[in-house]
């Protein structure tokens, strides 16, 4: 039994797979980086709705001073969403004074014999532990059950063991300057500044008691403890002095 061929038609039929097939590959899989990524990558942020210059600041490690000092922000440190702060370089101010100094002629080498030192460099050690002058007390009462720890299994703070909802009490007077759940890995987070050095931040809560703006006395409730994602029940502790965390402990008094 013979079958008329119709060309035109099969040829239409192949066309079209072969549209569909192109417009398939076009397409890619893979999702577009979120912009906190972006940013992290090329030593920026973009300002999400809720940031503060502090949370910035505490997100990447950073001295709030310093920040807005680099972006040219002044006191009372508004920000806004949408805005791309730079989190490291010279101040706008400081810069026109280097690039002066760099159309200075170089002075020539001496053509001298050069001295080889053949003695390793000797290591400066690091700079002794100073109390602050503030007078710390513990936010809540409980076991420390996760120290500080900048290395192997990093611990920016402690966690002290507390059941969930018991009051978290401002470790020192200050003024609230973060108060929500931006942050990642902190949950509901409440940062204090206490002077132009200090700030400490409580982690893990199950509410805020506070808000940004207000002023706290020391020992008053600021939030209520949670429970972590492995139902954990305590309350995550930080003291950072100008953007570097300390141990909490070495500034709280022994009991």
């Known amino acids: 039994m013979l079958f008329k061929f119709d060309c035109k038609r099969f040829g239409g039929v192949v066309l079209i797979a072969l549209l569909a097939l192109l417009m398939s590959g076009c397409q890619s899989d893979g999702a577009p980086a979120p912009v906190a990524n ?14 503060t210059l502090y949370s910035i600041a505490w997100r990447y490690g950073l001295d709030h001073g310093q920040l807005a000092k680099i972006n040219r922000i002044r006191k009372p440190y508004t920000i806004y969403a949408g805005q791309r702060l730079k989190l490291a370089g010279v101040p706008a101010r400081l810069s026109s004074k280097s690039k002066g100094a760099s159309t200075k002629q170089t002075p020539k080498a001496s053509t001298g014999p050069k001295t080889v030192y ?43 063991q507390a059941k969930a909802g018991t009051k978290v009490a401002a470790a020192e007077a200050g003024s609230v300057v973060y108060a929500g759940g931006n942050l ?14 200090f700030l400490s931040a409580y982690g893990n809560n199950e509410s805020l008691l506070v ?37 909490p402990v070495r500034h709280l008094p022994k009991r």
Do not use: C
Not at 211 to 223: D, N, R, S, W
């Open 38 to 51: 972006i940013g992290e990558r090329g030593k920026t942020h973009s300002v999400q709705k809720g940031d």
């Open 118 to 160: 053949t003695a390793k460099p000797v290591s400066k050690p690091k700079p002794a532990f100073t109390a602050s002058q503030l007078a710390w007390d513990w936010p809540v009462s409980g076991k420390v059950i996760s120290k500080f720890s900048l290395s192997g299994s990093v611990n920016k703070g402690i966690d002290i």
């Open 184 to 197: 990642r890995g902190y949950g509901k987070l409440v940062i204090i500044k206490h002077d132009d050095a």
């Open 211 to 247: 808000k940004e703006g207000e002023t706290v006395a020391k020992g008053q409730a600021i939030a209520k403890v949670g429970a972590n994602d492995s139902k954990v029940e305590m309350l995550h502790f930080e003291i950072r002095r100008q953007g570097r965390p300390e141990d």
